[in-house]
């Protein structure tokens, strides 16, 4: 019997109610939910009532005492989890949760630093250096807490937040309200097996409970998903460890095509600004800021300064000659920079730091970077 069949009995006995949605493993996807009959848009899909979401109350207080006061939910639920102080109580959603070796396989933060320090692409990377300064204070805090024998070891805290960090909702209470956003987080058993997409079902929450309706109509034996945010793929690649094929908010980061065309003077001016690095491109645009930067290399200072304050140039057709400028030099700037990503791909082929699989989900993130850029290229160049 799969884990997820028993999990769905102690969970209906618990008032959580599916309608029409089934838990299946998915190739490539882990678990996930399917349909099994026709839905309609707008049915309710699942009831999980709020006194079966984990949050900050039901951590006991003989784990959150031993804790920082000023400590994070992401970090208590980990130190609950990994502790799992009510092993009965909890074992038939622990069961269910994706093991340790397909964590360790697929979310950055457990790599090898040598690949997920050289080869993430930079959003990425930024996104990895800031959850790896997140760690460490919430590891710190629980090391300290929990020192005696059989201790608290590291990877089982990391395991357990790794799975925090990707399993969580947003929720609100009277008293969460009171706390920043990224405290009002909770776990729900069944809801966390949904797999995301670019759109998808809404979630709805209540003081009583969580409930997931169908965004569209669906077949039987389709996938049904949630959207766990309008989130770039390299945003997905660093937080849930996946990409996905066809993201309509994916997005890309132009620092390492922009940067280095830069001179120091030029940097300068750009930071005084407020200007200095964030350059973004999607399928349809390029970020202002990378105008901005683009613009400094292209015409005189006062110019640029009049581009900057939002001053048109009086008619005068200075501004068209100006841009096009600027959209040759990104065209050049982005062919540049698609050749550094080709060697970047070529030498992930040879390189033996880190699993295949890693290795080949990187290259599959660069592939999808440099279609981006060659969309942007063609359309500055027609
Ligand atoms: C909230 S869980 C969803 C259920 C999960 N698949 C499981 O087996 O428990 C989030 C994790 O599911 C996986 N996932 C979600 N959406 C996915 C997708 N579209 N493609 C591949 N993996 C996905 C990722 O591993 C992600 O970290």
Avoid at 159 to 177: D, I, K, P
């Amino acid at each position: 019997m799969e884990a997820y069949t028993e999990l769905l009995l102690w969970a209906g006995e618990h008032g959580v109610v599916l309608n029409g949605i089934e838990p299946r493993r998915i190739p490539g996807r882990g678990i996930g939910i399917v349909a099994t009959r026709a839905l309609e848009p707008g049915e309710k899909l699942l009831h999980v009532p709020s006194a079966m979401l984990r949050t900050m109350d039901t951590v006991p207080k003989r784990i959150s005492r031993k804790l920082p006061k000023k400590m994070k939910i992401h970090g208590l639920l980990a130190a609950d989890l990994a502790l799992n102080p009510h092993p009965g109580k909890y074992g038939k959603w622990n069961a269910v949760v994706p093991s340790r070796a397909d964590i360790w396989d697929s979310l950055p933060l457990t790599w090898d630093p040598r690949l997920s320090h050289e080869f993430l692409p930079r959003a990425a990377r930024d996104l990895l250096r800031k959850q790896e300064a997140k760690f460490a204070v919430d590891w710190a805090a629980a090391e300290e807490a929990f020192p005696e024998t059989p201790a608290l070891s590291r990877d089982d805290y990391l395991y357990a937040w790794l799975l925090v960090n990707s399993r969580t909702f947003y929720h609100e209470t009277a008293r969460s309200l009171k706390l920043p956003p990224d405290d009002r987080m909770v776990l729900q058993p069944v809801a966390d097996l949904f797999n995301h997409a670019d759109a998808g079902c809404a979630v709805l929450f209540s003081a009583a409970s969580f409930a997931i309706m169908a965004d569209r109509a669906y077949a039987a034996g389709d996938e049904v998903f949630i959207c766990y945010g309008n989130h770039g793929n390299d945003m997905l690649l660093a937080e849930y460890g996946f990409v996905l094929a066809s993201n309509r908010w994916d997005e890309a980061c132009l620092d390492d095509a922009v940067l280095p065309a830069l001179s120091a003077r030029q940097r300068a001016h750009l930071d005084d600004r407020g200007f200095l690095g964030n350059y973004m491109l999607d399928a349809a645009t390029v970020c202002y800021r990378t105008q901005v930067a683009l613009r400094l290399m292209c015409v005189p200072l006062r110019e640029w300064q009049r581009f900057v304050d939002g001053a048109d140039d009086g008619g005068k057709g200075d501004d068209a000659a100006a841009q096009a400028k600027a959209d040759r030099l990104l065209a050049s700037l982005l062919g540049k920079y698609r050749e550094t990503i080709e060697k970047t791909i070529d030498t992930l082929g040879s390189l033996q730091a880190g699993q295949p699989s890693q290795r080949e989900l990187l290259c599959r993130r660069w592939r999808q970077i440099q279609t981006l850029i060659d969309t942007t290229i063609t359309r500055l160049e027609s």
